[in-house]
């Protein structure tokens, strides 16, 4: 497609269920970047890869978060065991590759737990 | 303290006004600068782009940088209704984007 695309739109479940989220990115680009969008908190960057590969885990906020992308293009996060404090807006991001060039995103996942 | 510092507005003003939106930042390890728009329930879209100090402009919006005094800022001249939206600045380290806390435009016919 011509942007990136994120899937769900929008995902509301209970307490404690897990939940996968899909970014298909932009056609030809090797770099995917996840990153949450709560109220007050601004954007903070989760993980990044590098083809399949996610060189630095460190910023996922705790073990119950995971992410892998396979065929150097769609990736899906995924959150186990959700709680409260997990619901925001989970944003994708794609570049052309690392480096340099800049990052387009697509419109996320609005992830809310009951 | 933030690595990046936004005021978050809201910022009012009538069409046609010439806006000023800025961040400062503490990490002199940045060195590309953005600004994104961002529509409510959509996600940012890049404004502008910019690597070393100076300006740099794109029809109605001027970016500007000064490294030296961890400083940066965009314009919108002529501005619209259209142009009603969260603004975010966002700084490069190493791979991960660093992002203010964006500011809220409101451009009133």
């Known amino acids: 497609g011509a942007g990136v695309s994120q899937s769900p739109s929008n995902k509301v479940t209970e307490k404690g269920k897990d939940v996968e989220l899909r970014c298909d990115p932009i056609s030809g680009h090797t770099a995917l970047y996840w990153y949450r969008q709560s109220l007050g908190q601004g954007l903070e960057f989760l993980i990044y890869?590098?083809?399949?590969?996610?060189?630095?885990k460190s910023g996922l906020p705790s073990d119950r978060f995971s992410a892998e992308r396979t065929g150097g293009s769609v990736s899906t996060l995924t959150i186990q065991r959700t709680q409260q404090e997990d619901s925001a807006v989970y944003l994708c991001?794609?570049?052309?590759?690392?480096?340099?060039?800049?990052?387009?995103f697509g419109d996320g996942t609005r992830l809310s737990i009951l | 303290q933030k690595e990046v510092e936004q005021d978050p507005g809201p910022l009012s003003v009538p069409e046609g006004a010439i806006v000023s939106l800025n961040c400062t930042y503490s990490?002199?390890?940045?060195?590309?600068f953005m600004w994104y728009r961002q529509y409510s329930r959509k996600g940012p879209e890049l404004l502008m782009y910019?690597?070393?100090?100076g300006n740099k402009e794109d029809g109605r919006f001027t970016a500007q940088v000064d490294k030296s005094s961890k400083y940066i800022s965009l314009f919108i001249r002529d501005s619209q209704p259209s142009d009603s939206a969260t603004y975010l600045c966002a700084m490069r380290s190493f791979q991960k984007l660093v992002f203010g806390t964006g500011t809220r435009l409101l451009v009133s016919p």
């Open positions: 990490n002199s390890a940045f060195q590309y």
């Open positions: 910019t690597y070393s100090s």
């Open positions: 890869f590098q083809g399949n590969s996610a060189p630095d």
């Open positions: 991001a794609s570049s052309l590759e690392l480096g340099n060039q800049p990052q387009h």
